[in-house]
Structure formats: C-alpha cells, structure tokens
C-alpha cells in the first residue's frame, strides 16, 4: 500500500473516530466498513467497527468483523487473544473457540490463550476441554498472579479422591507467601470446594475463612455507602419513555441476592419456552448510572433513548424472539428505571433460606470488585438487609409485575415452579428442550449445567459446627426484617 493510501486511510479514520466520539455511530460505521472492506489489515478499523456495530446491538456482525480479521492476519497468539476476548465478551463462545482453536493450532501455544480458551469452554459447558486447557496453561507456566488458573480447574468437576493431584496445587499456592493475597484466596476458594465435594466440612471452613479474610484486607466494602445508596434508590422519581412499550418485546429480569438460582431460573426458562436468555447482560446498571450520574431521571427524551439502547442490546442481531431474559442478580438496585423504560416488563424475584445464600457468597471467588460484600458475614448481613428493604419499597411503589420464586420449591417441583413462570412473563410452553446454547459466566458456571438436585437446600447445616456466624442469620422469610442494620 502506498504512502498517499495510508494517509488517506489515517485521516478517513481519523473522522471516524471523531464521529465515533460525537456519538454520530452510523456515519462513523460507513466510513469503517468502506475502510474496511479497502484494508482488511488494520487493526485499528476492525476493532473501532466491531466497537460500532456493538454499541448498536450487532454483536453477530462485530464478531463475524473480529474473527475475519484474526484470519486474515493468519491467527497470530497475541492478536487472536484480543479477538477471542472481545468474542467472549459478545457472548459469542463458538466464534471466541474458533478463534482460540485455530491459534492455538498454528502456532506455539500462548499460556493466556489456553487460559481464555478453558474459560470459553467453561462457559459453554464443556468441562472436560476446558480441563485439558487449564492445564496445558500449568505447565506453560501461565502467571498465578494475573491468571486465577487453580479456582477455575476445581470447577471443571466433582472431586471424589482425596490423593488428586489439583489438591496439592491448590494447597502449594495457597499457603506460598510469594504471591499477593488475592492470588493466593482464589487457590483457597478452589481448595475449600474440593474439600466440599470430599466432604471435609471442618477442613473447608477453616480454609474459607483464610481465604475470606485474606480478600477482605483487600476489598473493603463500605455498609454507610450501601445505606446511602437505597436510601437515595428509594427518594428517586423516573420519568416515563415514550413509545417503547410493545407486546413483541418483553424483558425479563430475574433478580435476587447472589447464590439465590437466578441463573438456574434463567437456564431453566430458556430451556422450555422461546425466551431468550442473554446471561448477566449488565446493561441496565451502566444505563441506570448514567441516568443517575447526568441527572438525566426526569428527562423523558433520556428515558426514551436509554429504552431504545437496552433493546438494541437485549434484541441484537441474531434470530428474533418476543421474551429476553436478564439474569443480572443485582439488577434489583434500578427497578424503577425498569418500570419507567418498559412498563411491559415482567420481574422474578428469587430467594433462597439466607443460611444458605450466606454461605453461597462467602464460599464463592467472585471476580468482580460488586461483590466486596461476600467475603465477610456482617457485610453480607448488611447487603441482604439492603436489598430487602430496597424491593419491599420496590412492591410497595411500583406498579411493575414482581413474582416471587422460592429456590425451594424451584429444586422440589421444578415441574410445577416453571408452568408457573412462563404463565407470569405469558410464553408458552415449548416443552423440555436441549440447552438454549447461552454461555454462563455467573458464578453458577457449574451448577447450571448440572441435573436439578435438592443437596444445596439446607447446607449450611453441615457448617452451623464451623461456623458459629451461620447460626445467627435471621431468615427473613420466618422473621419480617427491620430494615437495614446499622
């Protein structure tokens, strides 16, 4: 390519990359598909178009603009990481594994590759590959500092030996001071569940509250701010978009605190009716912030176009259904910028015996700073009596449908649970079919492929002896709550 070629390259994207930050994403598009189509080489262009066509809710086409980059370019490790990460991120695991596959089959193996590609093969179900990846990354010696290999391997399976080998890898960096706290917690998180599986209740409180503590020195999470936060939630009032409300478009929000079958209830839903699962989308809390953050809750023009961007990204550009499902837990904190973009909404409300749910979080790695709560028993306490209170205001104000779903009786009579699910959000029944093929990056990335079974109810019995603080959790389903705890 000549010299003139690049530099009329350079400034055509250069306006669009101003187009791009002027919001003007259509104008910004045509330039970068024409630039595209031109020079298939340039990294630059493919990304800011596989940007432009995300932002809008092409996540199909984005992908499809990623992964014929990589090829082009003949799948170089570095480039097809970037690409796979961005696919990943799109929910598209088959093209992420494509492109991990093929880079890791023409190259020599990068040890962040084999990591992403078990993460993707994790997500989609396939335990046993994604094994086999996290431990090719072992032995290349991926970075236990950056890279949390151990606490993803032990959810590759359910340990029944007490000589495996993973154990004594979980053991070794756990206990080795060279590594950051942070490091060294996950191993514990992933030493704790293989002590579970075997049975050690004794063994994994001990290691829990290592590895608890150790995240708690460095995650601090702050109860006044969390006060501050629902009381705000509970004195905000929403203006209403316009013209968004529509019977062939229906979102379902499945909320809840962490660890109470919200991604149970997702998969299981997607699995007998057309709805569409879109996983954790994490959509609606960066909409609801910008609202809040711009000041923009009183503003029916904000509301309109935030409505109109939620369903770009709920719909996106695969085959169409009427019923869109967003299993983010913590979607609970914005329902009344939910009932104010889509009155037509349908809400499933999960709970779960608190024990339980407490021991879930605060025997759970979360990689997401949102969840700073979950490694101590009072902070848990306090979050669950923020949410509490949060949806109780939530029944009492809004006039959007809520359905409260008790995991229980989700586990015991899924049969019954689910007929009475799919007449509340109005889908009928498609019968039981295979699985919806959305991938599960929650923190239920196992149980969520596993048969329905009862052992999880009442678990927290096991480690009452373990742990005195379990003993003291009121259920609030036996006691009505007294709002949040000081």
């Known amino acids: 390519m000549t010299t003139a070629t690049n530099d009329n390259t350079d400034a055509r994207l250069a306006s669009a990359q101003a187009l791009w930050q002027q919001n003007q994403v259509v104008q910004a598009e045509a330039i970068l598909l024409e630039l595209n189509t031109r020079d298939a080489g340039r990294e630059d262009v493919a990304m800011l178009l596989a940007e432009a066509l995300r932002s809008h809710g092409g996540l199909d086409a984005a992908c499809q603009v990623v992964f014929e980059f990589c090829r082009a370019n003949g799948f170089p490790p570095d480039l097809s990481l970037r690409g796979a990460t961005f696919a990943r991120q799109c929910d598209r695991h088959a093209v992420a594994m494509r492109i991990c596959s093929e880079a890791l089959s023409g190259h020599a193996p990068l040890a962040e590759l084999l990591v992403l590609a078990g993460h993707v093969a994790r997500e989609s179900g396939d335990f046993e590959a994604a094994r086999a990846r996290y431990l090719a990354a072992l032995d290349a010696s991926i970075d236990l500092e950056r890279n949390h290999v151990l606490g993803a391997l032990v959810n590759t399976k359910r340990y029944t030996d007490a000589a495996d080998s993973d154990i004594a890898r979980c053991e070794r960096h756990f206990r080795d001071s060279a590594y950051s706290a942070r490091s060294r917690a996950s191993a514990g ?24 503590a150790m995240v708690h020195s460095v995650w601090s999470w702050d109860a006044a701010a969390w006060r501050r936060f629902i009381d705000t939630r509970r004195g905000e009032r929403v203006a209403r978009a316009r013209g968004v409300e529509s ?4 979102p379902v929000f499945i909320v809840g605190l962490p660890r109470t079958g919200t991604t149970l ?14 996983g954790e989308l994490r959509f609606l809390r960066y909409i609801a912030e910008q609202l809040i953050t711009g000041g923009h809750l009183g503003a029916t023009a904000a509301l309109t176009e935030a409505a109109q961007l939620y369903r770009a990204q709920s719909r996106q550009d695969d085959a169409p259904a009427t019923w869109y499902i967003d299993q983010d837990p913590l979607n609970f ?30 025997s759970q790695d979360f990689a997401h700073r949102d969840f700073a709560f979950a490694y ?15 949806m109780a205001h939530w029944q009492q104000n809004l006039s959007l449908p809520i359905h409260e779903l008790d995991y229980e009786a989700l586990v015991t009579d899924p049969a019954g649970t ?13 019968g039981i079919g295979v699985e919806s093929g959305t991938p599960v990056q929650s923190a239920s990335v196992w149980q969520a492929r596993q048969p329905i079974y009862s052992s999880s109810m009442g678990r927290w019995r096991a480690y009452a002896p373990y742990v005195p603080e379990l003993g003291a959790i009121v259920d609030p389903e036996a006691t009505p709550s007294a709002g949040i705890a000081g």
């Open 189 to 212: 998180f992933g030493l704790a569940k293989v002590q579970n599986d075997l049975g050690d209740y004794s063994a994994a409180a001990r290691t829990l509250s290592e590895a608890n």
């Open 247 to 250: 019977a062939d478009f229906v």
């Open 265 to 278: 209830t997702a998969t299981l839903l997607a699995r007998t009716t057309a709805a569409r699962d879109r």
């Open 333 to 362: 904190r914005f329902l009344h910028v939910v009932e104010a973009m889509f009155p037509q909404a349908r809400v499933i409300h999960c709970r779960r015996d608190r024990r339980d749910t407490a021991l879930s979080l605060w």
């Open 376 to 390: 101590d028993f009072s902070d848990i306490a306090n979050f669950a009596a923020g949410h509490d209170a949060l």
């Open 418 to 430: 689910l007929a009475s699910l799919r007449e509340f959000i109005g889908a009928p029944s498609t």
